[in-house]
């Protein structure tokens, strides 16, 4: 079936830094999700892209949806502590409900002050 | 406010009890949807279900059951048959089945002794 890496793993950063993640798959998307999760609690929708090339700011974050559709990155600038958590990404092809939305494994984010 | 509750936060049950869990929103959604989270894995869907009285299985169904009676409530059971049934649940739901944009809650810890 399908699957998402996303890399790194996990991170740790000093406060103010910019982070970097990204997201590929071996099949392509036409809809790229960046959830994030606080520790203990669901994930909240950040940014959702639906288009090849397509570049989305949300604040001090920014994501872009690859050309290939095969790949979707997310950046943070300035990290505050508060950006901690585990970072997902989620792709889906079709807006139908025979296409699930499929989730990565996540990359867990530590701020360091 | 609108949104997705779960209740309890945190369930302690002994191997072999059957152990249900509640999800319920006041969104209006048409489609529920419960995933599975492990340490380092990306969510894994269960069940999920896009309209009143009815219900799919997702990926990792076994061990598990569900029903769909309100608009409003999706319980998941958790059955004695489920192998490993420690793990983060969360329940979600979106406007219509096939709407990549899901809602969370806030999870239940579940622990088997």
């Known amino acids: 079936g399908q699957q998402l890496n996303q890399s790194p793993q996990s991170m740790f950063i000093q406060e103010g830094e910019d982070v970097s993640m990204n997201c590929t798959s071996s099949?392509?998307?036409?809809?790229w999700l960046w959830y994030k999760q606080d520790p203990g609690e669901g994930p909240v929708l950040l940014i959702a892209?639906?288009?090849?090339?397509e570049l989305t700011s949300n604040g001090r974050l920014t994501a872009q949806f690859g050309i290939t559709r095969k790949d979707s990155f997310l950046n943070i600038s300035a990290s505050i502590p508060s950006d901690v958590g585990i970072y997902f990404c989620?792709?889906?092809?079709?807006?139908?409900?025979?296409?699930?939305?499929?989730f990565g494994p996540g990359t867990s984010l530590s701020v360091i002050p | 406010d609108g949104g997705i509750t779960q209740s309890p936060k945190y369930l302690f049950r002994k191997e072999g009890q059957n152990v249900t869990l509640s999800c319920e929103q006041n969104?209006?959604?048409?489609?529920m949807y419960w995933y599975r989270q492990d340490p380092g894995q990306g969510l894994r869907l269960i069940y999920y279900?896009?309209?009143?009285?009815?219900?799919q299985k997702g990926d990792i169904a076994e061990g598990y059951s569900v029903s769909r009676e309100k608009k409003e409530s999706f319980p998941l059971t958790v059955t004695s048959a489920q192998k490993n049934p420690t793990a983060f649940y969360l329940c979600?739901?979106?406007?219509?089945?096939?709407?990549?944009?899901?809602?969370f809650g806030p999870g239940t810890r579940l622990t088997v002794l």
């Open positions: 969104l209006n959604h048409d489609a």
């Open positions: 989620a792709g889906q092809l079709t807006k139908t409900s025979y296409d699930k939305v499929i």
């Open positions: 099949s392509i998307f036409n809809t």
């Open positions: 279900s896009q309209i009143v009285n009815d219900f």
């Open positions: 979600a739901s979106s406007l219509i089945a096939g709407d990549n944009e899901q809602f």
């Open positions: 892209l639906y288009k090849a090339g």
